[in-house]
């Protein structure tokens, strides 16, 4: 089973009473594995079923019902069953393309945390067992608990870019989305361009907050803060690449959560995958490209069913000196991963993710 195999099922079965007797359905189905082998057929047939409802974007928003109902457990009684190496297909399904990536949204990571609790005595299957992807997003969201409820942000004069709390920022009286350090910073933003976005960018804040709690994308601004982290040296490396070949190449990072295994490529900015991540996109191509390597353009690919959805995430520096020095090594032709790292490790400006 893949996702391209993966049919849409009636409207009706997007409720959270059918998923919750669907799923219910699955562990009484997978009870019967046990006592009688010859039921994989009919395990098969419910998983199915199951991905059909919930790949779709109105099914995977009950996710959350399906795992207080037992969805992890009836994986588990399954799998246990099983050998590693004929592993039901939906199974796999499950945890790579919606159990798995779910761990990106806030709620859902804890759901499924709380339900790998409960089963972490009697996960010893090596299907399952390595497929709990939660474990790095919840130390994630244990450092926020223990952070407080201040984010760091950065003012939205690309020139200024001044990080600081987020509480000690001027909003915009109008889309009451972009923040400012100074009346003067605001004064500049306007004046740069602001003014022609101002309400495409309260559009888009009314969106995204439909979307996600404030609590959510904190978050989810944490969660690819260490990816990024993590991957900066490979960034650095592509980055340096493309700017050798063409000095002037603007370039957006893509990091793709609709899979358990995370996949992070760069790519010009004309291409976003599933269209523009907001009607505020074009004035952030601008922003970005004035900002003297202050503004990056971070897109987020999230689940949310049938192909996912497009959140950008601008990665915010409050100097230049790190793409700059990026900018050096394309020219001096340095590409190694080696030298790259060393130069990342010792050249950092101060970044944060906004979101």
């Not at 099922?9 to 009688?36: C, E, H, K, P, Q």
């Not at 919606?98 to 609790?117: D, F, R």
Request: one cysteine or more; glycine letters at 6%; charged letters at 15%.
């Amino acid at each position: 089973m893949d996702p391209v195999s993966v049919r849409p099922m009636s409207t009706n079965f997007f409720t959270a009473d059918v998923v919750r007797g669907l799923t219910i359905a699955f562990g009484a189905a997978a009870l019967t594995v046990a006592d009688t082998p010859r039921a994989m057929p009919v395990v098969e047939q419910c998983l199915a079923i199951f991905s059909s409802v919930v790949w779709w974007t109105e099914g995977f928003n009950t996710l959350d019902v399906a795992i207080q109902s037992g969805l992890l457990s009836a994986i588990l009684i399954c799998a246990q069953h099983t050998l590693s190496s004929a592993a039901p297909r939906g199974i796999c399904f499950l945890l790579r393309y919606v159990i798995g990536p779910a761990t990106a949204y806030l709620e859902s990571l804890l759901h499924i945390a709380q339900a790998y609790s409960v089963l972490s005595d009697t996960i010893s299957n090596p299907i399952v067992a390595p497929a709990s992807p939660h474990q790095s997003n919840i130390q994630i969201y244990h450092g926020l608990q223990s952070d407080g409820p201040i984010s760091q942000w950065a003012c939205d004069n690309v020139l200024c870019s001044h990080i600081q709390p987020k509480s000690d920022f001027k909003r915009c009286s109008g889309c009451q989305e972009v923040l400012y350090c100074s009346t003067q910073c605001q004064q500049i933003d306007w004046q740069r361009g602001h003014r022609r976005y101002c309400a495409l960018y309260w559009t888009s804040g009314r969106d995204l907050r439909l979307s996600f709690t404030s609590s959510e994308r904190r978050f989810l601004r944490a969660v690819v803060h260490k990816d990024y982290e993590d991957k900066r040296s490979e960034i650095s490396q592509t980055l340096v690449t493309r700017w050798a070949a063409n000095p002037a190449a603007e370039v957006m990072t893509i990091f793709d959560y609709r899979a358990s295994e995370l996949s992070v490529s760069l790519h010009g900015i004309s291409m976003t995958g599933n269209g523009q991540p907001g009607s505020h996109w074009p004035d952030l191509l601008a922003r970005a490209s004035q900002s003297r390597g202050r503004l990056s353009l971070h897109v987020l690919m999230v689940p949310d069913g049938n192909g996912g959805r497009v959140v950008v995430a601008p990665l915010r520096s409050a100097a230049s000196d790190f793409h700059d020095g990026l900018k050096m090594l394309a020219m001096k032709g340095i590409d190694d991963l080696l030298q790259i790292s060393d130069f990342v490790r010792i050249c950092h400006s101060e970044e944060v993710h906004c979101l």
